[in-house]
């Protein structure tokens, strides 16, 4: 049974860090939507639908939804291949019904194969892009879109390139506003006093000050003025029809149209994993450790993609970038969340005048400060200590991650990891030399407390060197989970080979492993909570202790 949330029991913190993902989110939704091709309050609509709906509807507590840097690459090229917005927004409406047939088909447990230290590296490596991407919009230069985490830019530029064109296009104005306040959100965790007003955030009273400060400079005419380039730019509606044109329908008279499929198929794809990724994320820095159910998420998110493709908006995942500042500014349920979305909402209708009057540079202070919570040093000594089965998937992940994409950086990171784990089952097997045993001896094999195929090819071997007229235990006490391909090849020695070269063969707690691994409870425990998963365990799935043959 779903233990009940009450979603106002820690409103004060909640509505804080609300409204710090709401001074992210704003620039990134526009951001995303211009790099996409697509109409600016598109990028809006998602993030609402994102705060609003998926909010209300997954059960993760730290996870914020709205448009991707991700899909900016194919929304942009799928919206100048189908000709029109309105054809695009069917492939949407089309992906979120592919997402709710994957949670419903329980594809969300995939998740569960993520291994630790490659979430950890796509963290980190996401932390440093932040942070890197951001000193450009600290110091006033704004070329490259927000919301960006490519490697290479559409500018022609790259991560690294643009921060050294910076030299040239040094703003004062921009940097006196991110050192100011930067200045507030650090003094804001350090200064007792200042600690407890957990009411009003940090990023609110730096951006109310850089707003006012750069208001003085402008009526005085002063070089720090910061110009509108370097502001957030939201679309004002001057009249109800053009607020009227912003809601756009998708088109389902292209319903047979080929590419109107593959662009949905593709979206919902790409969007999943994503969300699977950010998903674990976020579960990874929970302080209260809490597991989110990842087939309600891609469900939820199948809703919040045929609603938001329903009124006009762009399709959404789960983001990193915002679930980050929701956790650093101390978040404690998804109220925070929906908070953000509220305000979106309501920013957009009331205010949209006041709200482009914020400097670019004084949201780039407070994503400077996430990105280096990510990627804080200590996450990588940590790993470091851990040997390197653990440190080179995470290195390789976090490296990956910097100079490519999320995607290309985590199938890095599990391609290593599984080949890492194939070479330990490998080099388990060849360990075993057919001189070691004599005839007459008892030779145990301990199975461990997980035996996946994965282990098949180690047990095999094993059994291949047993010489004749032995006498073989094969103990399955300790093991909660046998796969059947394990099973079928120790029944097919002890039956055939077994017989033939007189081995004597006695298996122990067989039955009672598995029994276990097959039950329902065992299944949900694996699935939702302990998340037993060959790929994030050291154990060893056969262990060998020959004695002498005593009666």
Same mark, same amino acid.
């Given at each position: 049974m779903t233990k009940k949330i009450n979603l106002f029991a820690n409103l004060k913190s909640d509505f804080a860090s609300g409204l710090v993902v709401f001074l992210v989110a704003l620039p990134l939704c526009l951001g995303i939507a211009l790099a996409s091709g697509a109409p600016l309050f598109s990028g809006i609509i998602s993030g609402i639908v994102g705060g609003l709906v998926v909010g209300f509807l997954s059960q993760s507590h730290l996870s914020v939804s709205g448009p991707a840097a991700g899909l900016t690459a194919i929304v942009l090229t799928a919206i100048t291949d189908l000709g029109a917005f309105n054809v695009f927004l069917l492939a949407v409406f089309l992906a979120g019904i592919i997402q709710l047939i994957l949670g419903f088909i329980k594809a969300g447990t995939i998740s569960n194969y993520f291994p630790n230290n490659v979430i950890e590296g796509m963290l980190a490596g996401i932390g440093v892009i932040i942070f890197l991407k951001q000193i450009p919009h600290a110091v006033g230069y704004d070329p490259d879109f927000e919301g960006d985490e490519s490697y290479f830019q559409i500018d022609g530029q790259n991560t690294f390139s643009e921060i050294f064109s910076v030299l040239n296009h040094i703003n004062l104005g921009s940097v006196l506003i991110t050192l100011i306040s930067m200045t507030i959100l650090i003094a804001w965790t350090k200064i007792d006093f200042l600690k407890r007003l957990k009411l009003v955030p940090a990023a609110l009273i730096a951006v109310i000050l850089s707003v006012v400060l750069n208001e003085y400079f402008i009526q005085a005419g002063s070089v720090l003025a910061i110009e509108k380039d370097h502001l957030v730019s939201l679309p004002v509606p001057t009249s109800f029809d053009e607020f009227k044109s912003i809601i756009v329908t998708?088109? #389902?008279?292209?319903?047979?149209?080929t590419k109107v499929w593959i662009v949905a198929i593709t979206i919902a794809v790409v969007a999943s994993i994503e969300t699977l990724l950010c998903i674990e994320a976020a579960d990874r820095m929970d302080a209260q450790k809490r597991y989110t159910n990842t087939n309600v998420e891609l469900k939820a998110q199948g809703i919040g993609n045929i609603i938001s493709s329903?009124?006009?908006?762009?399709?959404?995942?789960?983001?990193?970038v915002r679930t980050s500042a929701n956790n650093a500014a101390g978040a404690k349920s998804k109220m925070s969340t929906i908070i953000h979305g509220s305000l979106l909402l309501i920013s957009v209708l009331a205010i949209p005048v006041v709200l482009n009057r914020i400097p670019l540079a004084t949201l780039a202070a407070v994503l400077l400060l996430v990105g280096y919570k990510l990627a804080n040093p200590k996450t990588i000594k940590h790993f470091w200590k851990k040997g390197k089965y653990q440190?080179?998937? #995470?290195?390789?992940? #976090?490296?990956?991650?910097? #100079?490519?994409?999320?995607?290309?950086?985590?199938?890095?990171?599990?391609?290593?990891?599984i080949i890492f784990v194939l070479k330990g089952n490998m080099k388990r097997a060849?360990?075993?030399?057919?001189?070691?045993? &004599?005839?007459?001896?008892?030779? &145990?094999?301990?199975?461990?407390?997980?035996?996946?195929?994965?282990?098949?090819?180690?047990?095999?071997?094993?059994?291949?060197?047993?010489?004749?007229?032995?006498k073989v235990v094969i103990n399955a006490t300790d093991t909660v989970y046998i796969a059947h391909d394990v099973l079928d090849l120790i029944r097919e020695f002890k039956k055939n080979r077994a017989k033939e070269e007189n081995i004597k063969v006695k298996l122990v707690g067989f039955k009672d492993a598995y029994e276990l691994a097959n039950s329902d409870d065992f299944k949900k425990t694996v699935t939702f909570e302990n998340k037993y998963d060959v790929l994030k365990r050291k154990s060893i799935a056969v262990e060998i202790n020959k004695t002498e043959f005593n009666d």
């Open positions: 998708p088109d #389902f008279t292209a319903i047979t149209n329903l009124i006009g908006g762009l399709p959404m995942t789960s983001v990193v440190f080179v998937p #995470f290195i390789a992940t #976090f490296v990956a991650v910097v #100079f490519t994409d999320l995607l290309k950086g985590v199938a890095l990171g599990m391609i290593i990891s060849y360990n075993f030399r057919k001189e070691e045993y &004599h005839d007459g001896d008892i030779i &145990h094999i301990d199975l461990a407390q997980e035996v996946s195929f994965l282990n098949k090819s180690a047990i095999k071997s094993t059994l291949l060197e047993i010489p004749e007229n032995s």
